[in-house]
């Protein structure tokens, strides 16, 4: 039997690497949630409905995590020993901090706009630029991680993509209001 400590990528029966099967992942996450559900021990007391419960609290929590590609290119990172500590480290190379300072003027730019076919029209545009970067971001994550396995590396582009998701999280607001 596993331990509740075993990593997702174990827990999941599953290799330690950033690209996965989401049909897989879907899969498994099913099947291990039908063996642990707290009902399946109803007739054998208390006790045991508790330590299925916890089961399937840790298979949900690992599920959550292998599911969003952020979230499992970090647990990876941090299995290999290179922490994201994105509250802690928030150097970025100067080339993506001048994208971000771009975006921002950008997204400030469509907010004063005045018309609101306009402004819709620059939301989009900004969001399909954003959408573009965030997809290169994950591709250069599958590779460092994947084929490289240079985990440090990983790191400032996890950090990357923690701006870039909030960021166009940020744009889509403002194209809901303008809607």
């Not at 950033?18 to 399946?40: F, I, N, T, V």
Request: hydrophobic fraction near 40%; glycine fraction near 4%; include cysteine.
């Amino acid at each position: 039997m596993i331990s509740l400590q075993a990593s997702d990528f174990e827990l999941f029966g599953l290799p330690a690497a950033y690209g996965l099967s989401r049909s897989q992942l879907d899969s498994q996450w099913k099947s291990l949630q039908r063996e642990a559900h707290p009902d399946r021990f109803a007739s054998e007391g208390a006790a045991a409905q508790r330590i299925a419960m916890q089961w399937s609290v840790r298979i949900n929590e690992a599920y959550n995590r292998l599911k969003d590609p952020l979230k499992r290119a970090a647990y990876l990172c941090e299995l290999h020993g290179a922490a994201v500590n994105a509250e802690n480290n928030t150097s970025m190379p100067p080339a993506f901090l001048m994208q971000q300072m771009e975006w921002r003027e950008a997204l400030d730019d469509c907010k004063e706009l005045k018309d609101t076919g306009t402004k819709i029209t620059a939301l989009e545009s900004l969001l399909v630029e954003v959408d573009d970067s965030h997809q290169q971001a994950l591709n250069e994550v599958a590779n460092l991680i994947d084929q490289a396995q240079n985990y440090a590396a990983a790191v400032g582009q996890v950090r990357a993509l923690m701006f870039i998701e909030k960021f166009a999280q940020e744009v889509q607001h403002q194209l809901d209001v303008c809607n």
